[in-house]
């Protein structure tokens, strides 16, 4: 039994666990690199009064997020990240939680998502026609273009709203929400300081800045439901004892967790694809050899994404090197343990599927982008056990499907449309914020075809 993660705290005097928490808000992911290079899959870290069980270990993914999940509520990090979200589906807990998931689950069902196809296609071949119309072998931040690409189709087939000023203006400014709520959350100090020097009194003003922009939306809803929006149908759920509706303030909260959650991940994973197949002649040889025959015989919906086998398989490999839910935290409850691990009761766990997804005790050379991973002779095992983009069990990612089906799309769409190159003599960085940005973006030189 490994029972020496709560021991090996012990170790450190205060001045090392200050150093330590100090090397982990500044680079999250190199000190998460060597404290696994160092101490093994699960480690001790001591962040201001919080004590956290940082881990790369699969039993131990698979024990919080479905064995034993009673025992692990949302922590502190979704408690600050509730600042924005409210009490949406992703921050909020228990009973609440499940009432919610109950009435928002027949909105992503599989058959609904199917008819949604049409109009992501639509809305992607606008947005493709405009970047033709901007780029003639230009070097293009690619990731801008998808974060508006894929805004565009949350906005659109969620909140079934046409892109407007206001709306593009809500998603320029969570980014700056995000950079607050971040740093709250991994220099907890920071918290009272923010009061102070007037950076909390930013972040809550573009908070009811966009407030204001969703009510506007939910009051037009009421007046004229749309036929196959999220928000239409969520407006018209009941609630099958009491046959209650959501209230405005829980329809927010909603809505805005669903926009943040369900565009700002797919942007980065189209971004990251695009990175990694810039970087790989076959893999970009083979997804164009898919993709032609496809959209020259025209989209036909579920039936096209079927045959997408190979980008499919792209996206699920980016997915593994680069998930963009780079690390899921927990706390806690009950003393816990696996065959191999004891997860010790009042600690903060940080799941890092980042290096789980890299973790060789599953993955051969993790660091080789090779969607044949994900093909008919793939690593079966090492998926079943060390990959968990979207999360698993219970709270496992309600759009997940409308996501691979989202970025699939796109991806094949782009790949149809341009040929492309990277623009060498970049720099490209993680930033991991909520989600894992490229921090100084992506650029390809980008030719139009087709
Ligand atoms: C590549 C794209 C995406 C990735 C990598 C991703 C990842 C995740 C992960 C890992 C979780 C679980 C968080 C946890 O357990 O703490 C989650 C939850 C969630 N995601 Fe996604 N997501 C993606 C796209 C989407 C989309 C498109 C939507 C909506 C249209 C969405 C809506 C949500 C919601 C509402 C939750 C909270 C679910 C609950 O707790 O009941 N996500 N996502």
Request: include cysteine.
């Amino acid at each position: 039994m490994d029972n020496s993660v709560a021991n090996k705290s012990k170790n450190y005097t205060f001045f090392q666990n200050i150093e330590r928490a100090k090397l982990f808000a500044k680079d999250p992911l190199g000190f998460q690199k060597k404290s696994f290079e160092e101490e093994g899959d699960c480690y001790y870290l001591k962040l201001g009064p919080k004590k956290i069980f940082v881990t790369r270990d699969a039993g131990v993914f698979a024990q919080v997020l479905q064995l034993n999940h009673k025992n692990y509520t949302k922590d502190f990090a979704m408690h600050q990240l509730s600042m924005a979200l409210g009490n949406g589906l992703l921050t909020n807990d228990g009973e609440s939680w499940l009432h919610q998931r109950r009435l928002a689950q027949p909105a992503f069902h599989k058959k609904r998502l199917e008819g949604m196809l049409g109009l992501m296609y639509e809305i992607a071949l606008e947005h493709i026609k405009d970047l033709k119309s901007r780029t003639n072998h230009t070097s293009t931040f690619i990731d801008q273009e998808m974060m508006a690409l894929t805004s565009d189709i949350a906005i659109q087939t969620l909140l079934g709203m046409k892109k407007n000023e206001e709306l593009i203006y809500m998603q320029k400014s969570f980014v700056d929400i995000q950079e607050h709520i971040v740093k709250r959350i991994r220099r907890p100090f920071f918290i009272p300081l923010s009061y102070i020097n007037g950076s909390h009194g930013k972040a809550t003003t573009l908070i009811k800045s966009y407030d204001k922009i969703i009510y506007k939306i939910i009051d037009e809803k009421e007046k004229n439901p749309g036929e196959n929006d999220l928000i239409s149908m969520l407006l018209a759920s009941r609630d099958e004892d009491t046959g209650e509706g959501m209230s405005k303030k829980q329809l927010r909260d909603e809505l805005i967790t669903i926009y943040v959650a369900g565009h700002e991940t797919s942007g980065y994973t189209l971004s990251w694809a695009f990175y990694a197949i810039s970087q790989n002649k076959e893999i970009y040889n083979k997804i164009k050899e898919e993709v032609k025959p496809i959209f020259e015989e025209g989209f036909n919906g579920i039936e096209s994404i079927k045959k997408l086998v190979y980008t499919r398989q792209v996206v699920d490999e980016t997915l593994r090197k680069y998930p963009t839910a780079y690390i899921l935290s927990r706390q806690c409850k009950a003393n816990d343990k696996t065959d191999d691990v004891e997860i010790p009761g009042d600690y903060v766990v940080l799941l890092s599927t980042f290096y789980l997804h890299r973790n060789t005790k599953f993955w051969k050379d993790p660091e080789v982008f090779d969607p044949e991973r994900f093909g008919e002779n793939g690593d079966k095992e090492a998926i079943r056990k060390a990959y968990y983009p979207f999360g698993g069990g219970p709270r496992m990612c309600i759009g997940n499907n409308f996501a691979l089906w989202e970025i699939t799309l796109v991806l094949a769409m782009m790949m149809y449309h341009f040929d492309f190159e990277y623009v060498e003599n970049q720099k490209i960085e993680f930033q991991p914020l909520v989600t894992l940005k490229p921090k100084y973006g992506i650029q390809l030189n980008l030719k139009p075809i087709n």
